[in-house]
């Protein structure tokens, strides 16, 4: 099965959250507050997509993580890699052949075709998207994470 971890499925939903009001500053115990995902995996996922400039941060009493660009021009694809890394659904889909059968495979074409067509289609997927999908605020519910 093909499946993005709970962690990066967690991230969608705190960007899309932010994407609610891209220009404002968001603390993280708001956040966490509003998406229902616990404080310190809401600090740890900012942090990452920070690291990846998806976010731009402020430090200090009045500081916070905003994003770093329009939510129309953040895709899928976006997320998936600063959060887990490359889409490979086969190991030959990272462009190396750590496969015992890499030398004589039949399939490696057809799979990086198919790799090339979900990353293409997630590509198309934006930011904005997924907040226009269901706005927020969520109802609190109990904490995730």
């Known amino acids: ?23 404002r500053l968001f603390q993280a115990r708001e956040i966490a507050q509003k998406t229902a995902i616990t ?28 994003l770093n660009c329009n939510p129309n021009q953040i895709s899928i694809v976006d997320l998936i890699d600063a ?4 889409i490979a659904i086969t190991e030959c889909s990272l462009g190396h052949d750590h496969c015992d059968t890499a030398s004589s495979c039949t399939i490696k074409t057809p799979w990086l ?16 998207d997924l907040y226009q ?12 994470g």
């Open 1 to 23: 099965m093909v499946r993005i971890s709970k962690l990066t499925d967690y991230g969608v939903i705190i960007m899309a959250f932010m994407a609610s009001q891209p220009n």
């Open 113 to 128: 075709r198919i790799n090339h067509a979900i990353t293409h289609a997630l590509q198309k997927i934006k930011l904005a």
């Open 39 to 66: 404080q310190p995996t809401v600090s740890k996922l900012l942090k990452r997509l920070s690291k990846h400039d998806l976010l731009r941060s402020e430090r200090g009493t009045q500081g916070g993580y905003q």
């Open 83 to 86: 959060l887990e890394g490359p």
């Open 133 to 144: 999908a269901h706005p927020y605020p969520l109802s609190v519910g109990a904490q995730h």
